[in-house]
């Protein structure tokens, strides 16, 4: 079975300052995907960056990185530059590579991130 | 540009009633997913469907059923509401089945 698990339910950075939230992950399966997604007060569900299990570089979007270090099972998602709109929920999700549902995505409880001025 | 909706945005409904909510893709995607949000939970996924007369269950599906009669729609019906099933509940849809999804804005369902 696959798990997600996030360790900081919430976080504080300053503006301007980059940010580091944890994802670790558990899964028997050789090809898997990550993905992160920011959840906003305002509800809905936004998409933010992809790491697939067989890809050579980190994944990178504008201020998003992804930092996959594949032997530790983590996919920690860095934040450059902090804004103010950046305060949200953040969460990380896996999905398999083999039929059933294993190819569906299991997200982790999520870290609340709040920017500071 | 193509979206993908959801309706009602808030429902209060009554335990023993039968609820449907509705989820309508532009995208033309074949893959579409309901999912549930509480509290220390994140999203838990309900039901998915690959294609058209294609459903599956997914982690937290009794209680609840969809049907794919096209690739726009998936409605979610609770066949008798309960008050464990109050939560805000969200529809997603990708290309691929392994492409990022993309969310609705969601469904607020408070069962009294």
């Known amino acids: 079975a696959q798990k997600i698990t996030q360790t900081q339910p919430g976080m504080f950075v300053q503006e301007k300052e980059a940010v580091t939230l944890d994802c670790t992950y558990d899964?028997?399966?050789?090809?898997?995907?990550l993905f992160w997604y920011k959840q906003p007060s305002s509800g809905e569900m936004i998409f933010l960056i992809y790491?697939?299990?067989?890809?050579?570089q980190n994944a990178t979007e504008g201020r998003y990185s992804l930092n996959f270090q594949k032997a530790r099972k983590s996919a920690n998602l860095v934040i450059s530059a902090s804004q103010l709109g950046d305060s949200a929920m953040y969460f990380c999700?896996?999905?398999?590579?083999?039929?059933?549902?294993?190819?569906?995505?299991?997200f982790g409880s999520g870290t609340q991130l709040t920017v500071l001025p | 540009d193509a979206e993908i909706t959801q309706s009602p945005r808030h429902k209060i409904t009554e335990t023993g009633r039968q609820v449907t909510l509705a989820c309508h893709q532009t995208?033309?995607?074949?893959?579409m997913f309901w999912y549930r949000q509480d509290l220390g939970h994140g999203l838990r996924l309900i039901h998915y469907s690959y294609g058209v007369q294609d459903t599956n269950k997914g982690e937290v599906s009794d209680g609840y059923s969809v049907s794919r009669s096209n690739t726009e729609d998936l409605p979610l019906t609770l066949e008798s509401a309960a008050s464990s099933q109050t939560s805000v509940y969200f529809c997603?849809?990708?290309?691929?089945?392994?492409?990022?999804?993309?969310f609705g804005p969601g469904t607020r369902l408070t069962v009294l």
């Open positions: 995208w033309n995607h074949n893959n």
């Open positions: 997603a849809s990708s290309e691929r089945w392994n492409n990022e999804q993309f």
């Open positions: 790491q697939g299990s067989y890809d050579q």
């Open positions: 899964t028997s399966d050789p090809s898997y995907g």
């Open positions: 999700a896996m999905r398999g590579g083999l039929s059933g549902s294993a190819r569906q995505l299991t």
